[in-house]
């Protein structure tokens, strides 16, 4: 079976920095990526680790660390606009289903 | 043309009609997903093609009917829906049905069965 688990909804302000958790248990992990969706529009992909480490991507920065089922996401100088939900996915081997988290709903506030 | 395109929009239907959804991608994508996202939900997968051909059918009720016509096109026929049918439908491809390859999601088809 597989579970992912998300902070529900986390709130931050302008300019600050957040880190967004996902921790995830998996048969046949393949991979993990983030998600970006607004309210009522479609995910947009955000990052990919298949490795352990960090990768960075402007003001996103995602990490993983396999051996502990552990990944976040990083999101530096944060803007209005970063307002919306955060998905974290998880790409299982045999199938290569992408199994998504329920997401974490960032508030950024002024 | 990197995006993926979805019509109509919004959909409202009775549960005696027959409708479809379309799909469509012209980034040479060779899968093509739907997923079903309820209110607060995560996307669940409800089907995937490979290559034109069903490769993944997540158990979905047979009144969902995918259709791949060509490599660019993906089709829902929906039929007799139920009220909890209704969702927002996502369609997603991606380039090579491996691991690796990130999916690119359409803006959705609101779905409200009445």
């Known amino acids: 079976g597989q579970n992912i688990d998300q902070p529900t909804e986390m709130t931050a302000t302008e300019g600050a920095i957040v880190q967004i958790n996902c921790t995830y248990q998996t048969s046949g992990f393949n991979g993990l990526f983030w998600y970006q969706q607004h309210a009522g529009e479609a995910p947009t992909f955000l990052s990919y680790?298949?490795?352990?480490g960090l990768e960075e991507k402007g003001r996103f920065s995602s990490f993983l660390s396999r051996s502990k089922g552990y990944s976040y996401l990083l999101l530096k100088e944060l803007q209005m606009k970063d307002s919306a939900s955060y998905l974290c996915a998880v790409r299982r081997t045999g199938g290569f289903k992408t199994i998504f988290g329920a997401g974490t709903r960032l508030f950024v506030k002024a | 043309d990197t995006e993926v395109t979805q019509t109509p929009k919004h959909l409202v239907m009775g549960m005696t009609n027959k409708k479809s959804l379309k799909c469509e991608q012209h980034m040479g994508h060779r899968a093509m997903y739907w997923y079903k996202q309820k209110a607060k939900k995560p996307p669940e997968l409800m089907f995937v093609y490979s290559y034109e051909k069903l490769s993944i059918n997540e158990s979905v009720p047979s009144r969902f009917s995918p259709e791949c016509p060509n490599s660019s096109l993906l089709n829902l026929h929906l039929h007799a829906l139920q009220p909890e049918d209704s969702a927002l439908y996502l369609c997603?491809?991606?380039?090579?049905?491996?691991?690796?390859?990130?999916?690119?999601f359409g803006p959705g088809t609101r779905l409200t069965v009445l």
């Open positions: 680790n298949v490795l352990d």
């Open positions: 997603a491809s991606s380039p090579i049905f491996t691991s690796t390859d990130t999916q690119y």
